[in-house]
């Protein structure tokens, strides 16, 4: 499909139509969004994914949706608020820790902890939570955090607070012992939300001492490392600009790793995980794609951005499902078969990747159109233009 940006053509907007009610089809009564509705080991609903997901239907003004959602969170989180509570004042007196015994990354959809083998330390789902809330928040023009969210918030909060520079599980929920470029962008977009939200200046300091941590890995290296262990790059380091704002879309490290991420990772068109990657063979995924074009949106190379987002649109499938990713078997056989074999093939259709089309699309569409779209950069408490070289 040949895309007319600057008309925004009629096709295009049928298919963010049907991407939204994707999402709205897989959000249950309580607010929970699941991850993927024909994947099993995705039937939860992970913070990180479901937060991006209300960030897309509060941009095509579904802001009653996302209000279930944000709410859902809360209750959520009322119900590890002991759990929260008691492992931060271990961090606090440092004490040793259980990564088994932690917080949850996800939920079951009626909101209670899943007790499995999953990886629990995951901390960049609560700090995308907390600026997807402050999105929320703004676009349905409530000027203040309702009552009702202040302890969570509070919760939440204090937890990256003490747990932001600690080794956990990444979004990928791989190597819990490395501490990880894109969980921090995470954390510092979460506290940045957090000292706005409950006017804490003691969080805005917290966020300031990650990002501290972040320019000098990436000095050191000249680039934006996937973690403090590893100096190759991971796709979702992007997240540092948009919608983070760690650092300027046009900082000159950030510049170098964009650069990296599409030299190393650009695949069949699309963008994989990171140069090791072996989950289904490491095939090309839409959410990374579309955040590269969220990225090429904010630093103006349109052209780019826009190829980002026919990649995307050349993989819906006809009933308009958006799977995680494409084309693992054919760089990856091996690999790609393994897991197969473990738990059947990858999802076919997930809520995360209709959202970042959604937000690509619509990021891109403003572009052309001449409307500001710098939010970002303002609520994640930089100045504009700000560089780290």
């Known amino acids: 499909m040949t895309l007319r940006l600057d008309h925004f053509d009629a096709d295009l907007e049928e298919m963010i139509r049907g991407s939204v009610k994707s999402i709205l089809d897989n959000q249950n009564e309580a607010g929970a969004i699941i991850a993927s509705p024909d994947f099993a080991e995705y039937g939860f609903c992970w913070l990180r994914d479901a937060s991006f997901c209300a960030y897309a239907l509060d941009l095509e003004g579904e802001h009653e949706a996302s209000a279930r959602y944000h709410n859902w969170v809360r209750r959520a989180v009322e ?47 609560y700090g995308t939570w907390l600026w997807s809330l402050e999105q929320h928040l703004r676009a349905s023009n409530r000027r203040s955090l309702p009552v009702e969210f202040v302890p969570g918030v509070r ?38 939300s957090a000292r706005r939200l409950l006017e804490d200046d003691t969080l805005g300091d917290r966020a ?11 000095r050191e290296h000249g680039h934006f490392t996937k973690s403090n262990v590893n100096d190759d790059v991971d796709a979702s380091v992007l997240w540092l600009s948009t919608p983070f704002a760690v650092v300027d879309p046009h900082d000159e490290l950030l510049s170098v790793t964009a650069t990296l991420i599409q030299t190393r990772l650009e695949f069949n068109g699309g963008i994989r995980r990171y140069p090791t990657d072996v989950y289904f063979g490491s ?5 990374l794609t579309a955040t590269l074009g969220w990225h090429f949106v ?25 799977g995680e990713q494409f084309d693992g078997e054919l760089r990856d056989r091996t690999n790609h078969d393994f897991w197969v074999r473990k738990w059947g093939p990858p999802a076919k259709d997930l809520m995360w990747s209709h959202a970042m089309f959604v937000v690509l699309a619509r990021e891109l ?23 780290t070289t």
Do not use: K
């Open 79 to 125: 119900g590890i608020t002991p759990l929260l509570e008691s492992v931060t004042r271990s961090q606090q007196g440092d004490e040793l820790l259980d990564d088994e015994l932690m917080p949850p990354a996800r939920f079951s959809m009626d909101g209670t902890m899943v007790h499995d083998d999953w990886p629990n330390f995951q901390i960049d789902g």
């Open 155 to 192: 919760t939440i909060a204090t937890y990256i607070h003490e747990f932001a520079l600690t080794s956990c599980y990444d979004v990928w929920e791989e190597h819990g012992s490395d501490r990880h470029t894109s969980t921090l962008a995470c954390i510092f977009g979460g506290l940045s």
């Open 208 to 218: 300031n001492e990650v990002r501290s941590v972040l320019l000098s890995t990436a």
């Open 283 to 287: 095939g090309a995924w839409p959410v």
């Open 298 to 322: 904010a630093t103006g190379e349109l052209a780019e951005a826009q190829r980002c987002l026919e990649w995307l649109v050349d993989h819906f499938d006809e009933q308009g499902c958006l």
């Open 365 to 387: 569409s403003r572009a052309h159109s001449g409307e500001a779209s710098d939010e970002f950069r303002v609520e994640g408490g930089i100045d504009p233009g700000r560089r």
